[in-house]
């Protein structure tokens, strides 16, 4: 199963690379850089606006959440949705061709489920139909800090690759802020600290082809594991 989830990632590195240069190339002329965006964390993104919409969009959350249903906010309007049945978006797959793509947050968590033996689409379904709020962001939560963790597992493994690590930890720093990131500032400021120092102490620790400095595999991870110490203290259930 951990073999299953490092394929995974590795599918992923591996598209990624495909498109590194053109992306660079696109940032060139913009004044800030933002993380990338995929499916996954799109709809995360969005189930957290369902949750919190006053008008209680519970049902279509859930239709987010197993990926029945594609929505985004309507343009001039606040809280205003956009609905469409789910059409599979278009995704870079290891032979750098264009496939069709129809995973869900509830797929995602079902593979963390069986594979680490937790409980998160109940709880998230069960959160859903009692119109839970805190028991779905928490389970969201935990299911981020699993997601972190394997992705950081690659780059540890592929520290040695500037292309990897150029390619992967933007996908880290998107992970860490449309989830977690938002919590810990709110609610445990100090933990936010002590992470965002991690994460600039293991981009720091990456090797760097112009100067041909090498990458620091020790501090790499010390770093990712104090990242992860803290996350799991912050989400942790009482």
């Known amino acids: 199963m951990r073999q299953r989830a490092r394929i995974v990632v590795l599918l992923l590195a591996t598209a990624v690379l495909a498109l590194v240069p053109c992306a660079a190339r696109a940032h060139l002329f913009h004044k800030t850089y933002e993380p990338p965006e995929n499916q996954m964390t799109r709809d995360t993104r969005l189930l957290q606006l ?13 239709r987010v ?15 205003r949705w956009l609905v469409r049945p789910n ?23 079902g593979r963390i489920d069986g ?16 119109r839970h709020r805190d028991a779905v962001k928490t389970a969201l939560l935990e299911m981020y800090v699993v997601l972190l963790r394997e992705l950081l597992e690659t780059l ?19 992970y860490y802020s449309v ?36 990458p620091a595999p020790e501090g790499f991870d010390r770093q990712r594991r104090r990242l992860l110490r803290v996350l799991g203290e912050a989400v942790a259930r009482p």
């Open 156 to 174: 540890w493994q592929h520290l040695d690759r500037p292309e990897a690590t150029a390619a992967l930890y933007p996908f880290v720093l998107r």
């Open 65 to 79: 959440w197993d990926g029945t249903t594609r929505v985004r906010i309507k343009p001039g309007g606040f809280r």
């Open 50 to 62: 369902l949750l919190d919409d006053p008008s209680e969009r519970f049902e279509l959350a859930r």
């Open 87 to 109: 059409e599979p978006g278009m995704v870079f797959k290891a032979d750098y061709q264009l496939h069709r793509w129809s995973a869900s947050l509830k797929a995602e968590a």
């Open 179 to 214: 989830n977690l990131e938002g919590h810990l500032n709110t609610s445990r400021p100090l933990a936010a600290t002590t992470a965002r120092a991690a994460l600039d102490a293991m981009a720091r620790a990456f090797g760097d082809p112009e100067t041909g400095a090498p």
């Open 115 to 130: 594979q680490y033996g937790t409980a998160l689409v109940a709880r998230i379904e069960h959160g859903l139909a009692a």
